[in-house]
């Protein structure tokens, strides 16, 4: 059987996608792989319509590498047997490349296989077989179309550059003075002098009266802000998280609720006081009648 199909990808890529087994065969329709099958060798099941029967396999498939050639083709070899029944197949099927312009750009792939089986496939005729065939290989197409987009194959030139395990380290030297010897890299100098010139008078600016500490910064310094520099000093770091705010700062107190008690403890007093003493003015009236 002889079948042409085409990919819309180019003739590099899709050869470099045809060497991979486990792409080859996830992208064959009806297949179910296994999870613990090895890349280069998959396994796994095959449900394949011919006519108006389902044949369900379980087998294997490999890929031959290509030659050097640019027209070296691509071998896919597998072989099943029926999951219910006695019978078997072997397929070997031979894919060339090359450049297509029809229907855009990409690569048109030129399938000839050879199918030898029994038992339920032998039972199918010769145009349903090749049917099946045909649209298998289309099938296998679209599907190689779609697993291209979703996962590229990587570039080459990205898998040939050297990784960072793979870059040569030159052999340390065996003077024991050529460290000493090398040449001292530009701008550098004795560190007292960088840190001279970082101190200098120029370049550091000067500081401002309320960060700075001392007699003459409490006089630069509000009266405020000195009192209270000079009230937090000596004093924990504690202490100085929890102290109240003074100043502008300080809380407002709240209104005392207890003044209208305070006013009754006074007027009691005073009250009886009167009242003692109109009893006795009272009595000594009542004595003078």
Known sequence: MEHEVYVPFPVGTVRQALTEPERVARCVPGVQLDAEAAAHRPEGRLRLRIGSSTITYRGSLTVSEPGDGADAAVTVEAKGTETRGDGAVALTLTVRLSPATEPGPGTTLSCAGTVHGDGRLAEATDRSAES????????????????LRQRPVPDAGQAARPGVLDTEVPPPSLDPHSDEDAAEPAGAGDPADALDDLVSED?????RAEHAYG?????AAPAE???????????????????????????????????????????????AVVLASAVVVGRVLRRRR
Do not use: K
Request: charged content about 30%; glycine content about 6%; hydrophobic content about 40%.
């Open 132 to 147: 099946a065939g045909r649209r298998l290989l289309d099938r296998f197409a679209e599907n190689l179309t779609e697993d």
């Open 203 to 207: 370049r550091v600016p000067e500081l």
């Open 215 to 219: 007699p003459e910064a409490d006089a």
């Open 225 to 271: 802000a000195a009192h209270a520099r000079r009230t937090m000093i000596g004093r924990s770091a504690e202490e100085v998280d929890h102290a109240p705010p003074r100043g502008r700062y300080a809380p407002v107190p709240a209104p005392e609720t207890g003044g209208t008690s305070a006013t009754l403890r006074w007027a009691a007093p005073a009250a």
